[in-house]
């Protein structure tokens, strides 16, 4: 099987710093692989946020994750900082991608990349929507490549 290769847009307008806790760290004593995600998840909450949405309010549909890829590049440990960068890409008709790109903050080793394959989706009709216009707006203002 071909190993997956993500590739990162040139510049990531959005980041934030995560932690790693005891709790991250699994019996190989370095991060733990689901665990990176559950971190990644944190930080797209953080990512609609600072566009002032939340995951279930974004001009009035939700999200769903419908995939994720991810490649993990080195360990990290426990008490270091991770900082985790966003962008919005791949457009289509009812979704994009959210990449993101995971380094230790004091060395700057590459931890991880990955995407996150969402779609916008109405929990009251339990229906997946297209994206909003405004959205791809406001993330083609702020998160521009």
């Known amino acids: 099987m071909p190993r997956i290769q993500i590739e990162l847009p040139e510049s990531f307008a959005f980041s934030t710093e995560l932690p790693i806790y005891i709790g991250h760290i699994n019996y190989g004593h370095h991060l733990d692989n689901a665990q990176l995600l559950s971190l990644v998840s944190e930080a797209r909450v953080r990512f609609f946020k600072s566009l002032d949405y939340s995951e279930l ?10 995939d ?12 270091e900082t991770l900082v985790i960068a966003m962008a919005a890409n791949d457009f289509n008709k009812y979704g994009c991608d959210l990449v993101w790109h995971i380094s230790d903050k004091a060395s700057g080793r590459e931890v991880g990349r990955g995407k996150h394959g969402i779609v916008f989706f109405d929990y009251a009709t ?14 083609g ?3 521009a490549k």
């Open 141 to 143: 203002v702020k998160f």
């Open 68 to 79: 994720v890829a991810a490649q993990y590049r080195s360990e990290a440990f426990h008490g």
């Open 126 to 139: 339990r229906k997946v929507c297209s994206i909003p216009p405004a959205f791809v707006a406001k993330v």
């Open 57 to 66: 309010n974004v001009e009035g549909l939700g999200i769903v994750v419908a």
